[in-house]
Each structure stands twice: as structure tokens, then as C-alpha cells.
């Protein structure tokens, strides 16, 4: 389980008594701990992920322009095809998995 | 079919749209104000998300005031203010087509204000699409708006001002810096000389404190220098960097490596042009910077009627300045809806009407200081992905030119550059570089690719949402078909 | 560009029909000139979903067709093109009781012409196709729909003709024709907008929805009416469905490339006309486009759309192509305005040619012929 609280600035610490929300969600089947309402892409990295894709020629990809004009970030979210994780907010029990290009012909 | 009709509708709620519905809105008219984020105050005033969030972003009190303020102005019922919904296609007369995933409808106005902001001015190099690699907007959003820690180390590179912002923001929260490489390589007696010109000298102070916090900080400010690689395999694991030298060329013999896993580039903005092009305005190409910016006249009104544009989104200028266009552009908007001028409206124009004078002054200043010579294709080898979208490298491009394909739509057609998801926003600007006319910059641009709706991607299953009466199969006579 | 003084063949619109006539006159050893007054491809070639399907065709096209897509299948073996060739069938639905009656009407038709296509029963249509939504009351499906990509192929046959010899020159629109009648060949003088003039045997008018402007140039008239199509091209998606699929109303058609993006033509129109020179999207009849695909194909809904633009079609008002030799000259032709011209090109172009390079051995296509328009 990747706790996603370490690499925050400024988030009450978890244990104590007005820390914000944390909900738990899956990627690529592991689980990780989020702050609802934070962009899945602000979750993945701060969870140390930093790929999110993988590109026409299999390069890997991630992150890059953090307002929704690259598409660099997107991600499946329960089963829906390209979610740009910059711009989606996190939910609890989300289902997030990595894009898959298709092949360059 | 229904269009809401609406006095004024302003595209955009950052500094600029916020302050135009602002204005407009105090003058009686009834506005729109449409924004794809969730939240309010587009870029500068990006902002951690309500839900419980205490973190000490480095917002000074001025800026967390100003922001209520416009936040305070907008909320009245003349303004309906609509985040998350894509304006996706703007048409004469005056009329968006817009879409939220709930709603999809069309709004007719007398009058918009393009307030659509700015994004990243891209220059490729190798091994830019690494994980790791990040714009300044992206750090922005992820330390402001989110208040995530970029993995460490970081090295900050690229060319203007933003990136000692970006550094200096980076330090405020504590996080390890371990260059900022910049590749201006005048000397500092010119950041005096601008301040001669500049009568309002905040900014400019603002600059100076960025610099004092990063010396303090022992951060290494490398002058003169620029990233001419990224390196790591499945992600960021080092930067190389070499001087410039006095022909804007890279110094390769001398590049030293910095260890990084994280690298913003920042090579300053440019408008998001793409829904003034559908609207068809005038725009001006700028050959100091690249990009182009939309003409206006004093009252901030493009050339198509009706049409206004302020901020970032028709000429860089920084927050400053879309505070003061918005602000005109909203009250100008709203007289062309036909709302009557009141006194403090009057009284705010021929305020913002000087300011706006002098900030674009110390714009001019400001470019004149950050002014290189550098050759950013210099930077290009042949493996270098020149579209992200569709994996495009430098030596497909050659070799489809070394086929006869020279032209950009040839070498679109040919190899799909500009035909991803980003709409060309990452690579066309790169495109038109590598394949323009040496003598006319509007022949570059008119043998680009059109830009054509939706302005934006947009969600096939948003568009659904339309009121709209089924047609008569086959032949509705209000449907013209292809006849078979 | 300098263009030639002298050409065997100039041909004026550089689109599918212009170049379908080039490649096979080039291959015979003539010189070809194709003039385009912008860049080539750009018109009805350019605002193209690419679609090769024989079941939308009208009964006096049909054989025509099938053997148009073999020459689509080919053109990399007999030219070295490579157009983004694909076969994988076609299946075209019905969603209305009044087009299941349609299709069923049509199908045995092309029967009857020797088409290989069959209704499919339910079972059937929902097993190969289990991607099309409930609101699809049947389909019928034929193994030889095909398509090329049209962006692709525009490239590719501008590319193929250039290295037979051919010179293609965008930015040289024609400005005038005149026929040097006491010329012993019987020539053409052709100038263009850049002040250019080429002395032609054989002028090939395959200029679209501008073929009734070129023939003016000959005193001759040629009734047409523009569409104005709008097509739209979704995100890159993993494969989503596996045939080509059309309408049977003729107000859609749908295919998924091989990089996964999704091409949709659209029935209903967008905006403008030829002399304004404006086309453009128009949002309600888009929106329309949008519903059919998505009621056809449901999972379409959940893909981003990257783009939508529109382009002018001409079409000869009984909707068959005009084919032939053009007001009356033995060596004026025309090749423009067919319904679907793009899938029939290939044998189109191939049928003129032999009319070009054999007159008196070829066989005539009096049906295609723009003297038909000459009693009204």
C-alpha cells in the first residue's frame, strides 16, 4: 500500500484529529491512499508514480503540462477510456489503470 | 431548438474573465462566465480544491485578497458562472457551443470576451516526453493547486521570468533545487536600465525578491546555460546541461550532468489561440518570441464585432495586466451589449487605461531583459520526438521532406503530426518552425493546418445532451442529406 | 513551380479523380501535367471517410464498383502506392422499419447483379457484431467493403505520380482554355493564375465541384449540385469493431484504422458554398451525426472527438458520374461529380484513360457521358 501523504505540503498529518479526507483508490491493481478531491494525477505522483501511459511506440509518459491541454496524464478511470488524470478529482474506490497507445502502424 | 441568450459571455475564469464578468455584471448585464476547470482563477490563482484543505501555499495576502474580491464580484445572479464545461465551438453571430457532461447547450450573447488564457511555449530536446519532465504550468498546478511534492531532485530550466518564479516557489515549500538554468546571458545592468522605464515597480521588486530567496538559498542560478538533454529510460534520472554561446548556439565540449528527477521547463507563454482562430479575428505574429498574439484596439475589441479578448489569452503580459484588460475589456463588453456606462465604471477605465500603459512598459522591459539569440533547434537530433501525441521524431519529418512531402499539411497527412489528442498544441508550433517560409511569416501561417472545432477534445456521449427534436427519417426537409 | 510548355495530358483538379486518370495515362508513357488551384487533395478528396463499400452503391454502378476496389487492393502492386488498404466487410444497418424495407430491397438487387451480400439474420448480426446498439433493427453485410485511408492515400498517389513523372502543381488555378482549332493536333492552351500557359493534346476537367467553372471555359454546361459533408475523427481507441459500417438510409458511415482512430461521415450537411468558398460545420445537423453514430455503435460515445470538418462534394443531378469527352471536342474529357467518386476513381479513371489513349478500341460509357445533360 503506497501511503501518498509524505510528499504533501502542508496536509494535516494523518493521525490527527482534523486531517483531511483520505480515501483509497487502485492502480493498475495497487492500492493507494489519495485526498479526496485532489486531481488523480496530484495522487499518483505524490504516490511516487510518475507513469501514467505508455505511448504509439511503447515510450513511457506521464505528467507534463499539469492543465488538461497536453493529454500527456490520461488514464483509464472505472473502465472509461481517456480520463486526463490532471483534470479528474479523486473518488474514493476509483479504479484507475495505465493507457495503452495503440501500436504506431 | 433552444440558444440561451445572455448580455455577455466571457470565455475563461482566470485573472482576466473573472475580472471582465466582474465588471460587465456590475454594469446590469447578464453574464455567462465558462470555464473547462473545476475550480476558479485559472492559472495564477490556481487553487487547492475547497474540500478541508489547509495548506500554506506561498499566496501572499495580496494575491488571497484580490482573488476574493473577484470571486465577491462574480457572485450575483446576473452572472452564471459554468466550470467544467468545454466551449468546444464559437460561430457568428457571437454564439458558443458548450458542453459539461451534464449539459449540452448553445449561448447566443451580444458580446464575448475571450479570456482564454495562456499555456506553454514548447520547445522540444531530447529526451523532453521522460517522466519527470514538467512545464512550469505543471509545477504550478501540482505545488499550488494540489500541493504535491515533485519528486527531488529538481533542476529548473529554460528562458524568462517565470522560471526564477517557478524556482523560488519550489524553495518557499521546501523542496530540494538543485539548478535553476537560465538561458538569457545579458548582463545584469540591463535589469537596471528596464527599471527606468518601469514606473510601477512591484513587479519588478517581486523579481528581485525571487533572486535574493534563491541566492539565499544557495541555489545555483547557471546563466547562460541550457538543458540540451534529459536522460533516464523509464523516467527522469539526470539533465545535461552546456553554455551558450554568443551565436545562440550550444557549447557541447563543455556540458556538465546534474543529477535530477524532476525537471521543469519553463520557456515562457502563449496565448491559447484556438478559439479566436474558429472565430476568425486578427491575430499579429511576434518574431521576438514566436507565437502570435490578437490584435485589439483601445477598447479591446478584436476585429470581429463584438468580440473582445483580454489577458494572456490575446497578449502575454502576466497577471497585472489580464487584471487591468479584464477589467476593460468586461466594461467595453458590456457597453457594446447595451448597457449604460455608470461613473465608477468611467472612473475605472481611465485608471485602467494608464496602468495598462505602463504595464505594458515594463512588458517590454521585461522581454527586452530575457531576450536571447538562442538557437532552440540546435537542441534537435533526429530522435527527437517532435509530436508527443502520435510519436513523431525529427528524422521522420526529413525524411518524408527528402520524399517531395515539404509542405505541413503533406507532412501531417504523411506522418500524423498534430492529429492527437493535443490538437497540434505541442508540436505545430515546432512544425511551422521547421517548415517556414523564410520571408513571410502569414505564408507560414496560412500553409499551417486549419484550426477547426472542437476547440477543445470533447466527450462524443457530452455532446448527446442536446435538446434537439429527433429528425424525420429519412427526409426531414429541415435536414438536408446527401442525396443518394 | 515552372510547369512544362507542352504536356500529352493536363489534367485540372487534383484530386482521387484527377490522379485515377494520371497514373494509368503516365504508365502508358504520356506527359502529365495535373493542375490543382490549391494544394492537391483538398477538396471532396480531403473531406473523405475513405469508405469503399459496394452496398451503397446504386444498381448502375455495381459492377463498376467491385472492380474499383480490386484496383484500390492493388495500387500498390500495379503503381507501388500504398493507400491504407483494408478489407474487412462491410455491414450496413437499418434503423427504422422503412430502411429494413429499403435494405432488404437493396440487398436483393445487388444480388441479382452479382454482388456477394446477404441479409443477416439476427443471431447472426449480433454475434459478429455484438457492437452495435439495440436501436439497429438489422443488418446486411458484404465480405468485399473495403476502405483506404484517405489522408494516407492523398499523400501517396501525389507521391506515386510524381516518381512516373508526372508534375502535380498546387497554387495553379486555371484562368483560361483556349483550342487552337488550326492546330494540326488539335491543342489546347491552357494558362494558369501564376501566368503560366501549357500547350495540352488532352485536357481532363476533374475539378469537382469546380468542373462546371472549367467547362464554361469551353462554352459547355454542366449542371451539378455541391454537398457540403461533414466528417469527424474521434481519439486513437483499442479496437472497437471490426467492419466498415453503413447506413441504409446513407446518412452514415462508420470505420475504425488501424491506429484506432475512428472516422464518422456524416449525412446531414454543413454550411456554405462553393462560391463563397466557405464550408463549415453546422452544429445542429453535426449533433444529428453524432446521435446516429452513436446509436449505431454505442461504445463511440465514450471516445474524445480530435476533429470535425467539412468539405464540398458535386454531384451530377441523377447522382451518376459524368464521364466522357467534355462540349463536344475530340480531345476535351470530363471525370467528376459521381456519387461516391472517390471509391470509383480507380476504375473511373482507368475507364477514361482508355478513352484518352484508344478511342476508337475502347469501349463507349454513353450512360456516363455529359451529352445526357444536353436535352434539358
Redesign the interface.
Known sequence: MNNSSDNRIGRSPPDSEKSDERVSFQFNGQEIIGYAGESVAAALIAAGILTNRTSPTGMPRGYYCGMGVCWECIVRINGKHTQRACMQLLESGMIVETVESAKKP | MTIEEVDVAVIGAGAAGLSAAGEAAKLGARVALVDDNHYPGGQYFRQPSPQNYKHQNSTSSKDTERFSALLADIDTTLVDYRPGATVWDINAPLTLGLADGKRSCRIRASAIVIAAGARDYVVPFPGWTLPGVITAGGLQNLIKGMGVVPATPVVVAGSGPLILVAAANLVSAGIDVAAVVEATNRPWGIVREAGKLIRDRSNLQLAIKYLRRLHKANIPVLRGYGVIAANGSVCLKSVDIAPINRDGKFERSKTRQITAKTMVIGMGLTPSLELARLIGVDEISLPLRGGSNIVTDEKLMTSVQGVFAAGDGASIGGVELSLVEGRIAGIHAAIHAGMSVSKQAESTLSRDLSKHKSLCKFRTGLEQIFRNNVDWTDLLTPETIICRCEDVTLDELNQCKAKGWTSPLQLKAATRIGMGRCQGRNCLGTLAALTANPTSDAETYRAMPRTRQPARPILLSDLLHEKLADPELPNDPHLPRRRD | MNLPKVADIVIIGAGVSGLSVALPTAKAGCSVVILDKG?P??DASGANAGTLSIQ?K?REVLSLIHESIQRWQQMSEDYGIDVGFGQPGGIRVA??D??LIQLEQSVRDQQIEGIDVHMLDDETLRTMAPWLGPQVKAGSFCRWDSYSNP??A??AMV?GA?TMGVVVAGGNAVTAIDHEKNSACGRFRVRTSTGQIIHARHIVNTAGAWAGEIASMLDTRLPM?V?V?MLT??????PLFDRVVTHA???LSIKQF???TCLIGG???GSGSVKSGIK??D??????N??V??SVIPT??????????AGF?A?APD?LPIMGQLGGYDQAWVLACA?GGYSLAPALGARLAEMILSPSTCEPCPQYSPQRFCHE
Open positions: 494544394e487533395w483538398s451503397v446504386r434503423t427504422t422503412a430502411e489522408l494516407q492523398g499523400n507521391a510524381r449540385e454537398d459533408n475523427v474521434t481519439e486513437s481507441a483499442p438510409g446513407g446518412i488501424p491506429n484506432g449525412g446531414w450537411q463549415q460545420i452544429y445542429e445537423r453535426f449533433i444529428h453524432m446521435r453514430a452513436a463511440l460515445g465514450n471516445l474524445h472527438i480530435i476533429r470535425t470538418w462534394e454531384v447522382a456519387r
